[in-house]
């Protein structure tokens, strides 16, 4: 299945309808929540799942899975499922029929039982309620509620009998148009495949909100990109990825623009900020923190207008991530559709490091209020990578990545990390050095490597169990390796575009 985004027509009256069914589904979606609230804080209380729940982390083998399983059953007796869900929201949704259907309000009661999933048995800590403004879509699984018309697709309403509309979508009574680009080659042919059901989409713009259609089709999306069938190596970084082919190297940096949109959301977090203490100042007491209780807050018309523009700033820089990683997953299947990568835990890297507080082994020059100057030995950092995987989103980047390898019949081949350790193995002594983070430049066999690039060419020669490197190989790829590598930073070098200092060069 894939999809495709159409903008709507809409004014002043049709922004109000679809307003209503936002709104609608906000509160549908924090009913069901409030409700799994009750049910969680009512099973963490549960002396027996207490005791079960310390069973399975202490026992393994047949005592984990009886426990397992008579954990799953008192979770279903207190009717965490998701058809437990769906019958608790059926009658709020008969209530309010004239703005929810049935299927939209099973599809929004699903959404959050993938929370309460999460809780359960992965590492979510709560499911949280939205704000009016947090929700962007209109849920939805079928045509119950929503329809979609077009001139291409109007056979397959023929059962119904309500009179087709060309390129329009009907929604609580009112006809929506949808501007459809005809000659586009890509819309043309993905709008050949079957339309399974459409959902509404609204997205925040300085001027408001701008909404839009969103068609799932069955099938898998055109593919506009010729592939070779070759394997390759690739290194993906918190920032950076190096990838390593038969006959070039290719590092560069993820989402090399998003540090513009990160000055843009401070500057306007600020300004914000000043302007909401400036008109609440009985808000605040002596040291700035907010009191405590409920208050009044007075919001101007200008700082609403920067708030509108905040969420912009970062609906643009996600979507220009997005973008940025799909043309760079395009650049590297051209070449490769399949890739063979390290397993990274990113959610692990993001996490601040649990290391005692200890002193750096330099000193740092500090000035005083009153002018004087002091050396002083100022604490390691505890933070890691929180910021770069925020901007940067590698995650994201290795699932387009697979997934337009999986459209070329190729796949991301993921090697045992503990086993292959690339980063600190060595080919030509066949021996492990680890190497500190901060050098991104090291010796091997005499010849100058740029630690990225080295890693993606051993990773694609790892064997075939994904557990250990193949020797020869290396020793008859090292070489051309070296030759790609010299090509590579040469061409960064030339380009006239920066590049980060972690590149090493």
Known sequence: MHTLRFPLKTGRQKEKVLSKGFTAMGKLHNVVVKECKKRLRMLSR????????????????????????????????????????????????????????????????SRVYAGVEKVLYGKGKDVHFKKAQDILTIASKSWNGLQYYDPLHTGYYKKSVRPVYPEEIFYLNTHFRVVINWNDPYVMESLDHPVRYAQIERKMFPSGWRYYVVLYLEGDAPVRHTSTDAVAGL????????????????????????????????????????????????????????????HRWKITGTCRRRKRLLKTVFRQKAAYTKQSHEELAD???????????????????????????????????????????????????????????????PAMFLAILKRKCLLQGGDVITADTKAVKASQYDHVTDSYKKVPLSCRMKTVGGHRVQRDLYSGFLLKHVSKDNRTIDRAGCNSGFEAFLQSQKQCINDIRTSGAGYPACFGF
């Open 331 to 393: 650049r590297l299947v051209e070449r490769a559709n399949v890739f063979i990568t390290e397993e990274m835990d990113f959610r692990a890297l993001q996490k601040r490091s649990k290391r005692p507080p200890e002193r750096q082994d330099s000193t740092s020059v500090i000035v005083k209020k009153d002018g004087t100057r002091q050396s002083v030995r100022k604490f390691k950092k505890k933070k890691r990578f929180g910021s770069s995987i925020r901007d940067r989103a």
């Open 235 to 294: 290194d993906p970084g918190v920032s950076t990825v190096a990838a390593v082919f038969e006959e070039a190297c290719i590092l560069e940096e993820l989402a090399p623009d998003c540090k513009g949109y990160n000055r843009k959301i401070t500057r306007l977090s600020r300004q914000i900020e000043r302007s909401v203490r400036m008109y609440n100042p009985d808000n605040y007491d002596e040291d700035g923190r907010v009191k405590k209780g409920r």
């Open 46 to 109: 549960d002396p027996g799942y207490r005791a079960l729940k310390k069973a399975y982390a202490k026992t393994d083998g047949a005592s984990r899975r009886e426990a397992g399983a008579a954990m799953n059953a008192l979770v279903k007796s207190y009717g965490l499922t998701e058809n437990s869900l769906h019958a608790f929201i059926r009658p709020w949704q008969a209530r309010n029929r004239h703005l929810v259907s049935s299927h939209q309000a099973q599809e929004e009661a």
